[in-house]
């Protein structure tokens, strides 16, 4: 009986071969820690309790936990994985299934825990092994003697013999073990080894003498079993993410420029017929509708883009909504709130924020628009702003349709453009323009006569 459920997630470690002042399980694969990774690729098992060993910068790392469910436990000294989970013990039942995993390793499947989970079936020790080509820095998983291939123990690195190293065979880090054999067994690890460290691993050794039984499940995908140890082995990960991700993505028709420079960090969903140019970056809750164009270099947060919409080359956006068959970029930003509706341009240099854009409008060039509502059909020229801020408040600026703003103007929020109205270049606009009229605020032009430029003095 797997009831109840325990799981223990190791997260105490400095990670020292990191090199960072950032505890290990914080740093971030594909725009989530890993810790994070580990904790959502168990949640659907729904266990009893779930408890976080922390300890090297532990309120970092208890912090990141907070509101998730989870207990967090210090472990202090972080004297090994056999320490860790001891540290554990006094919060675990007497009965059930306890699964231990590291939270060095995110990319578990929900569905290879649950597997390791059953097939402990509180009453075996399971582990999960994999076949590894390079298995340096692994525990090795020491088969054989009297029993044929039966598993005997596992083997750190650093404690292996030649022969041993020679196994290709390497302990994962996550096992599921019967909670009251393990309560007792995991108290009676010791340090007596190459690193002077609680191996949780000595539990393997453990059972096979204690008859309990031992059942070694080998994993078939090695990305999900990767641990990270290293700024090198954390960016190989997340490349077989991306990667991941990206057939993901190809499997579902989106057609990738280069599958190897795609990021997605969050949730991408795409329509039919989506093309996405080398790389960008999406972060967040992203949606791009029916035939959308996405060109090279885009970085694109928590954004709905709507069919048929082509975003250019080196556009960056973030909580923005696109309409229908809007083009935007190349080189524009938009920020939160920017609400395009269907058709609508937004060229190079143009900065949208807080701002809603009814059909057809077009600001093509060099301009800003902060907290405004602007009508459909409006023609906002280059270089144009509304002036949002008077040093202490916001205010909104409100555009009708088909109103025309010359070029370098500066509409002084709060103000109204009527409808049909047009704003001549030039103009620093404070007070409302009614509909239909034309505004202008600049100086007359002179034109002085007898005038004539100054010439370079010779040397
Ligand atoms: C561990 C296993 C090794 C396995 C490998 C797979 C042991 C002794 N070795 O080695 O057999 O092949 O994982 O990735 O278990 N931690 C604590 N407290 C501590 C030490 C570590 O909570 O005192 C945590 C770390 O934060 C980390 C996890 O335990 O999340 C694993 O620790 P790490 O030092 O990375 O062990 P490995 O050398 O990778
Ligand atoms: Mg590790």
Same mark, same amino acid.
């Given at each position: 009986m797997n009831s109840p459920l325990s799981i223990v997630i190791m997260a105490a470690g400095r990670g020292t071969r990191m090199k960072s002042e950032r505890p290990k399980v914080l740093h971030p694969l594909a725009g989530r820690s890993l810790l994070d990774h580990v904790r959502n690729a168990v &949640? !659907? +098992?729904? &266990?009893d309790r779930v408890l976080v060993i922390v300890g090297h910068k532990a309120e970092r790392v208890e912090a990141s936990v907070e509101d998730s469910g989870a207990r967090c436990i210090v472990q202090a000294p972080q004297l090994g994985t056999g320490h860790a989970v001891q540290q554990a013990v006094p919060q675990l039942p007497d009965a059930g299934t306890t699964l231990i995993l590291n939270g #060095?390793? !995110? +990319? =578990? &499947?929900t569905d290879t825990a649950r597997a390791l989970v059953d097939a402990c079936g509180g009453r075996a020790l399971a582990l999960l092994t994999v076949l590894l080509d390079d298995p340096t820095g692994y525990g090795r998983v020491v088969r054989g003697g009297d029993s044929g291939d039966a598993v005997k123990a596992i083997v750190e690195h650093k404690d292996a013999t030649e022969a041993q190293r020679a196994i290709r065979e390497g302990y994962t880090g996550m096992m599921a073990a019967p909670t009251a054999w393990l309560k007792r067994a995991v108290m &009676? =690890?010791? %340090? *007596? %080894?190459a690193q002077q460290e609680y191996y949780l691993t000595d539990l393997v050794a453990m059972a096979v003498r204690d008859g309990v039984p031992v059942v070694a499940t080998q994993a078939h995908d090695e990305t999900e079993v990767l641990g990270v140890n290293s700024p090198m082995e954390l960016a190989r990960l997340e490349r077989r993410f991306q990667r991941r991700e990206a057939e993901r993505l190809m499997q579902a028709g989106v057609r990738l420029a #280069? !599958? #190897? *420079?795609l990021d997605v960090r969050g949730t991408l969903d795409c329509g039919a017929d989506v093309s996405i140019d080398v790389g960008c970056v999406f972060e967040g809750r992203v949606t791009l509708g029916d035939g959308v164009t996405i060109g090279a270099h885009c970085v694109i947060r928590n954004a709905k883009i709507e069919a048929g919409a082509v975003i250019q080359p080196f556009t960056l956006m973030d909580e923005a909504v696109i309409g229908p068959g809007a083009i935007v970029g190349p080189f524009s930003r938009l920020r939160p709130g920017a609400v395009l509706g269907a058709d609508v341009h937004i060229g190079n240099f143009v900065e949208v924020k807080n701002s809603t854009l009814g059909k057809g409008a077009k600001a093509n060039h060099l301009a800003y628009l902060g907290d405004a509502t602007v009508g459909e059909r409006v023609n906002y020229g280059a270089g144009s702003i509304t002036a949002n801020y008077d040093g202490a408040n916001k205010h909104r600026t409100t555009i009708g349709n088909d109103v025309h703003i010359g070029s370098n103007s500066v509409l002084v929020a709060p103000v109204a453009i009527g409808d049909g109205a047009t704003v001549g270049g030039g103009s620093t606009i404070a007070q409302d323009v009614p509909a239909g009229k034309l505004a202008v605020t600049r100086a007359k032009q002179v034109v002085v006569e007898g005038w004539t430029r100054p010439k370079k003095k010779a040397k």
């Open positions: &949640a !659907p +098992l729904a &266990a #060095d390793v !995110p +990319l =578990i &499947a &009676a =690890i010791d %340090n *007596r %080894n #280069d !599958p #190897d *420079r």
